[in-house]
Structures are given as structure tokens and as C-alpha cells.
């Protein structure tokens, strides 16, 4: 089987996908307003590494507590699905389409099934807490939760992200790596010569 990965925030969309889901939805529920004393005091944990990032997002979720999930997630991807770069389209896209995201799958789910992307593979929230289940989607955590899916015969033949500095790993795992720029610009790059060989 063939296939090809991507990363999903700022390589199939321009921007974060949680921290916009967030500030979207404190501007279409004000009395979300009230939470800010609670993530100032969060982001200042984090900022003096006193939580790590996995701590961190176990609560930063904890909003969809207060609004109409659902309701919220068609929402907003009703208003930024345009935003997807054209060349993910379902119908640019040459094989079957793994993403794989450390954003949280309560907010990809429907943008994945528009999108008709074959695999979604993410972080896992408690969709009625927002609390994190598991491991944050991350690193060497996106090959773990490849392989729990595909078997190790897969031929993973092209991987797209923005990230060379956090998805070395799941660029080590394909024939062909893509770097995605800020505009959504494709250019390829060899694993060898931007992180050395694979280490078998």
C-alpha cells in the first residue's frame, strides 16, 4: 500500500487550528471571557516551564465545557474551510491520505471528512471536558501512532509539513519530504541532507 502523510496546522492550513478554534470561539461566546484569569495563569506556567507543553494542553481545552461543540466546529470550519491550500483538495491529491496532527480530534473530524482525507490521526480530547487522553500527538508520538494503524510493509512515498525542527520523525519515514512555507508553497527537500542518514 501507498501513501502519502501530512501535517495538518500551517501545511494544510496557514495557521494554528487550536489556538484559532479557541479565540473563535471567546469571540462568539463572550461569557468565555470569565476563563481568562484561569489560561493567563496556564501560559504563565508554561512560559516559566513550570508545566510542560503536554500538562498545558491536558487543560487548554477545558472550554468546550461551555459552548455547543458541534455546533462551534461546523462553525468555524464552515468559515475557514476556504482557507485549506488548493493543492490538498481531495481531488489534487495523488494517493491515499494519511494527516497526522497534534491538534485535538474533536476539532479535525469534520474538516476530514469535507476534506475526504482517509486516515485522521491526532491528539485525543474528552470531547465534553476538553481534557487530554494519552499522549499529545507530537514528535516521535506521530510514528508511534502510525504504526499502530499501518503495518511496517507501508510505503509511505511523499510527507508534507512546516516543521523541520518537530517533524523530523515522521519526515524520516517517507521517500520524498516537502517543506511547507508560509504561503503554502511545497518545496522538497532530501531527510539526508537537512538532518543527516536515517537512523535504522
Known sequence: MELDIYDFDKTVVPFDSGSTFLIFCFLHYPYLLLLLPYYAVMGLLLGLHLVSLAQFKKHIFLFVRFVPLKKAVNAFWDKHEK????????????????????????????????????????????????????????????????????PTGTEVQCVYSDSYRHDRPIFSLGKRCFHIEKDGTRTEFTYSEQYGEKQN
Not at 97 to 118: G, H, M, N, Q, Y
Not at 132 to 137: G, I, R
Open 83 to 150: 482557507d485549506v491550500f488548493p493543492w490538498f483538495l481531495p481531488e489534487n491529491r495523488a494517493r491515499y491520505t494519511v494527516v497526522i496532527s497534534a491538534s485535538p480530534d474533536f476539532l479535525l473530524t469534520e474538516i476530514a471528512e469535507r476534506l475526504k482525507i482517509d486516515t485522521l490521526l491526532c491528539t485525543r480530547h474528552d470531547p465534553k471536558t476538553g481534557t487530554l487522553f494519552y499522549e499529545n500527538c507530537r514528535g516521535e508520538e506521530k510514528v508511534r501512532r502510525f504504526y499502530e494503524v499501518f
